[in-house]
């Protein structure tokens, strides 16, 4: 713990002058982006340093809202503040009169839903968390608006931080969104975070894709390469530009930095094809016909980034997709059961997976999007044809049986889908298909989209008890029953025999 006098901190790991307020506003801006539950944030520094300043623009910042009212907490010494994101705390320990009365501000049971900003913190004593992040703030001159931020933590995680969310602003500045207000946007279920970049009325979408050594786990890493899983940005650029380039609406990229995992690129609005939660069926068939114009594409294996780069479009391979189906042995069964799966159990799964998906050696092969379901699509009102369907998510494409993607629509895994519209869909697809392409093998293409379909809710039952337990996502497990409905209706299809067998004697 630290002593309760901030001038006895070792030095600053980063020393910034910055000239005036305006310049405050956006280091506060920056900050925000990169503060994660649990942190901790001691703002120091004399009466009219900026500390109040600072604070403010951050929870401003945090909240998307510059007219946000931030009160002083001076008398309440904490006030929180509920955020979608997670919560945050500011404090100001100003008038506490002894470090043990922090214990009663509940500042240890804040840092479990959220973060704390705290100002005067060296009136806590040694009290806080040792990898909290101090910031001294002072003021060179009396009469002039520019101040010193001087930045310390024992964490090295903070460096990292600090020095990531100054390259993310350091690379917008040589962009024409100089200056630009950044916003959080999402993070979903990998390791990208994305970032709404706005300015002069103008909106963009920042990914970040930090995938450094160290910045997973090799258990994590061997993974992601067992599956073909993306590990840098380079694979957006490559399956987004050829994408656009056959006349699919994938956003333009504005600017890229792969070393940095920095992509900016266009953005095409939040309005999915789904509507608080309930498929919107017109959509959904604009969506089918966007699948069946691709599936009468012969896309490349390898697409030429430019400068003698190639990027490799992996195959989905035998290997890769019984992996993935494993997952429903690794994750959900336990949390159903209990207990760990037998090696009898997993041979006879393992075997009769790798079975089912031998028995496609010869269907439709092509680029297989992955993702291809609602929070995905993004829906371009107005427009017509296929630009009707933005397409993001993308960039764990491979090559393998074009019905995967089919599948991942019509068992939708954040809405549900009901039996009727899955027909209907599925009805337009082949319909589509049949027009496109003289002699198209429907009952190859029905089998072929039971089996990837039966894969797929598979993997994605395990992914989300994974999501729970191993990454603190408890709202994943909500999704769980959806996903048994549409394995109990997928296992009742013609050629699913033995696997539903399996499924009736081991699935909890």
Not at 458 to 473: T, W
Request: hydrophobic share 40%.
């Amino acid at each position: 713990m630290f002593d309760r006098d901030p001038k006895q901190l070792p030095a600053s790991f980063l020393t910034m002058e910055i000239p005036d307020e305006a310049a405050t506003r956006q280091l506060a801006n920056d900050l925000a982006l990169v503060l994660k539950a649990g942190d901790v944030v001691c703002l120091s520094g004399d009466l009219g340093a900026g500390k109040s300043t600072f604070t403010r623009a951050l929870l401003r910042s945090f909240a998307g809202n510059p007219g946000l009212e931030v009160p002083s907490p001076t008398f309440t010494l904490v006030q929180t503040y509920a955020f979608d994101r997670f919560d945050l705390s500011h404090f100001d320990l100003y008038r506490l009169e002894e470090p043990e009365e922090l214990d009663e501000l509940g500042l240890d049971d804040l840092l479990h839903t959220g973060a704390a900003l705290i100002e005067w913190p060296e009136m806590a004593g040694g009290l806080l968390p040792d990898d909290a992040l101090w910031i001294r703030i002072g003021q060179p001159d009396e009469d002039s608006d520019a101040r010193v931020f001087g930045f310390f933590s024992v964490s090295p995680q903070w460096r990292q931080r600090i020095e990531f969310t100054r390259d993310i602003r350091a690379f917008l500045e040589q962009t024409k969104f100089q200056g630009a207000d950044r916003r959080f946007l999402a993070g979903d279920a990998s390791l990208r975070t994305f970032e709404k970049i706005e300015t002069g009325g103008e909106t963009a979408v920042l990914m970040r894709w930090p995938f450094q050594s160290g910045s997973v786990s090799e258990t994590v890493r061997a993974y992601m390469q067992k599956v073909h899983l993306a590990q840098d940005c380079r694979s957006v650029i490559a399956i987004g530009g050829e994408l656009r380039r056959h006349g699919f609406l994938a956003p333009a990229i504005h600017a890229a930095n792969p070393e940095k995992g920095l992509v900016l690129s266009e953005y095409l609005g939040t309005e999915t094809v789904a509507e608080n939660g309930i498929p919107v069926p017109e959509r959904y068939r604009a969506a089918v016909d966007v699948l069946a114009g691709m599936h009468g594409i012969a896309w490349p294996q390898a697409v030429d980034l430019g400068q003698g780069t190639i990027y490799q479009v992996p195959d989905y391979s035998t290997e890769a997709l019984a992996a993935e189906a494993s997952l429903f042995l690794d994750w959900f069964v336990p949390e159903m059961t209990g207990n760990p799966v037998g090696e009898g159990v997993r041979a006879e799964f393992e075997a009769l997976w790798r079975a089912a998906l031998d028995s496609l050696a010869d269907a439709q092969r092509g680029w297989v999007l992955r993702d291809f379901h609602s929070p995905n699509l993004l829906w371009q009102q107005g427009a017509s044809g296929s630009d009707r369907i933005g397409l993001i998510d993308f960039q764990d494409t491979v090559i393998g049986p074009v019905a995967y993607d089919l599948a991942s629509l019509t068992f939708d895994a954040r809405v549900d889908i009901a039996p009727e519209l899955e027909t209907t869909l599925l009805d337009a697809y082949v319909r589509a298909r049949e027009n496109q392409t003289s002699g198209f093998d429907k009952a190859g293409f029905s089998e072929a989209y039971a089996i990837m379909a039966a894969q797929r809710i598979s993997k994605i039952l395990g992914i989300f008890v994974r999501l729970a337990r191993r990454d603190h996502k408890p709202a994943y497990l909500g999704h769980l029953p959806r996903m048994q409905s549409y394995l109990d209706r997928v296992l009742d299809r013609p050629g699913m025999s033995d696997l539903k067998d399996w499924y009736a004697r081991y699935r909890p």
